[in-house]
């Protein structure tokens, strides 16, 4: 019987005190438990450390330095990683109760697989609820068409991907305050396709403090400004198409044991 994939979550933190705890507790509270916790400050000023202190024996590596950016401390956690498979959450945001175990199944099952996503999730308001998975065309991605503007960005939070992948590609551009995962998407398109699945990963926290909602930043470091109109019915129409054939590939993965 071959081993378990060790998963490596990677989350960056700076003075994110406020949502960090409940960030903390879906990571340890996982199902699958072969995997290591990353958890990357940047010298938060806030309760961060009080916080962290408090879960400190479920962390397996962690440090507060001052960074160049929350993606340059991604960038260090992924690096000291010892996983083959990386999931990065946001403080802030959470992991569903079934993460790992869901992103272990499909990388055991198709190790040729680099990159996986998954459903959309969100909180809004403190409410939790899950979409649909999108499906995001290679040459979409590596056309960078992958934008608000268009064909809508890819969610972060409903990523997993391989360290090899992520090594492969020169990783992401530490200087950058926004939109760097856009531009490492592009680079993982260069070699890999994104493969969809239904399963539930991660759900993005909307609130007024975080990096994304910089809408100034995040439109000049893409080169594409967004209108009111950006509906990304295109993604919607072909997801929604396809959305039968995802769900039957991915139960019948789930079929065979684990």
Not at 30 to 49: R, T
Not at 56 to 76: L, M, P, T
Not at 106 to 112: C, G, L, R, S, T
Request: glycine fraction near 6%.
């Amino acid at each position: 019987m071959k081993k378990k994939p060790l998963i490596s979550i990677i989350t960056p933190n700076y003075n994110n005190g406020k949502y960090l705890e409940e960030t903390i507790k879906s990571v340890i509270n996982q199902n699958y438990k072969n995997f290591e916790f990353i958890l990357i400050d940047g010298k938060s000023k806030d309760m961060s450390l009080k916080i962290i202190e408090k879960y400190k024996k479920f962390i397996n590596y962690f440090e507060s330095k001052k960074d160049k950016s929350n993606f340059h401390a991604v960038h260090k956690g992924i690096k000291k990683s010892k996983g083959k498979i990386i999931i990065w959450i946001n403080s802030g945001d959470i992991l569903d109760i079934n993460a790992t175990k869901n992103v272990a199944e499909i990388f055991k099952k198709k190790p040729k697989i680099n990159w996986i996503n998954g459903r959309c999730g969100y909180i809004k308001k403190n409410i939790k609820f899950c979409l649909i998975p999108y499906i995001y065309p290679r040459n979409k991605i590596l056309n960078g068409l992958a934008h608000k503007k268009f064909w809508g960005y890819i969610q972060q939070e409903s990523v997993s991907f391989k360290k090899s992948i992520y090594l492969k590609s020169g990783g992401l551009i530490t200087k950058k305050n926004s939109a760097s995962d856009y531009f490492l998407w592009k680079k993982f398109a260069e070699t890999d396709d994104l493969n969809t699945f239904f399963i539930k990963i991660g759900y993005f926290r909307t609130h007024k403090n975080q990096i994304s909602s910089i809408k100034n930043n995040y439109e000049k470091d893409t080169g594409y400004v967004s209108t009111k109109n950006d509906l990304n019915i295109e993604r919607m129409f072909y997801s929604i198409i396809y959305l039968p054939l995802i769900i039957i590939k991915t139960y019948i993965l789930k079929l065979f044991s684990f």
